[in-house]
């Protein structure tokens, strides 16, 4: 019997990508999405609306997959966007806005469905995090915070999850070839403007950024590893997957704070 999978944020990149292939290896796949117009879908891959800063609409995808299928079996966290501006420019939107998709919406999505996970002994909540979640890079800090968070919730929830069979797990993402700087990134208008006193940062940084992702490789090998996590039962609690995050993340549990920092301010030249 084919596993039912619920993924957030399928519009396109990462979301996009994962749900196809997952429906591509016979998975049944539910799509969500704000924008599902014009959406195709077949035996194996279904659109449906969901916004994870409307909890209706959470709680309304959810009862439908549960009405037509019987049963969720995997969920994937995968909605987010990322916040360009400095802490000192931030605003309380904006800040509110980051944590609202990127963790709210998160907790609550996974809210909706563990009853039902809980109930059948049986599950994989999977998100998709972030090298970012474990450290910090300039103007980034409400995204990295974002992710931080996500990553604080892998760590509680397992323990939570545990006697019901219920496996939760973080992908931790490097920077791959998706629209995320045009569609995915959302730059506060004072840290861009030319006379901001960061413009020497921003100047500096952001091209970099923008660079590593708009010439960067293809998102499969994080759908590939969607598909290793729910089919290895021994699969890594977290899981990193790119470039950026195969290199740092292991520098990061080896190296002293100080050392790691000095050593992020040297490859991106801070």
């Known amino acids: ?90 605003t309380d939107e904006e800040m509110f806005d980051q944590f609202n998709v990127n963790v709210f919406g998160l907790l609550k999505a996974t809210r909706e469905v563990l009853p039902y996970m809980r109930k059948a002994q ?34 509680s929830l397992r323990f939570e999850t545990l006697p019901y069979n219920v496996r939760v797990h973080s992908i931790q993402s490097g920077l791959f070839g998706t629209n995320f700087v045009k569609e995915g990134l959302v730059a506060n208008a004072k840290t861009t403007s030319e006379d901001s006193p960061y413009r020497a940062l921003v100047s500096h940084f952001v091209p970099i950024i923008a660079k590593a992702i708009n010439e960067g490789p293809s998102p499969q090998p994080i759908a590939d590893a969607v598909k290793e996590i729910i ?25 002293s704070d100080k050392a790691f920092e000095q050593k992020v301010k040297e490859t991106f030249a801070i």
Request: no cysteine; glycine share 10%; proline share 2%.
């Open 122 to 155: 049986s599950g994989v909540i999977i998100n998709i995090s972030s090298f970012l979640g474990k450290m910090g890079l300039p103007l980034l800090a409400h995204y990295n915070a974002s992710k931080y968070a996500v990553e604080g919730i892998v760590d």
């Open 1 to 90: 019997m084919s596993k039912v999978v619920l993924i957030t944020g399928t519009s396109s990149g990462m979301g996009k990508l994962t749900s196809e292939f997952l429906a591509k290896h016979g998975y049944v796949v539910y799509a969500g999405s704000r924008d599902i117009e014009g959406k195709i879908s077949s035996d194996y891959l279904k659109s449906i609306y969901l916004d994870v800063t409307k909890t209706e609409s959470i709680k309304s995808a959810v009862a439908t997959i549960m009405q037509q299928e019987g049963r969720i079996d995997v969920l994937v966290n995968n909605a987010g966007y990322g916040l360009l501006s400095t802490v000192e420019d931030g």
């Open 231 to 255: 089919e290895d039962e021994n699969a890594d609690i977290f899981v990193p997957v790119g470039g950026e995050a195969e290199a740092f993340m292991p520098l990061r549990k080896e190296l």
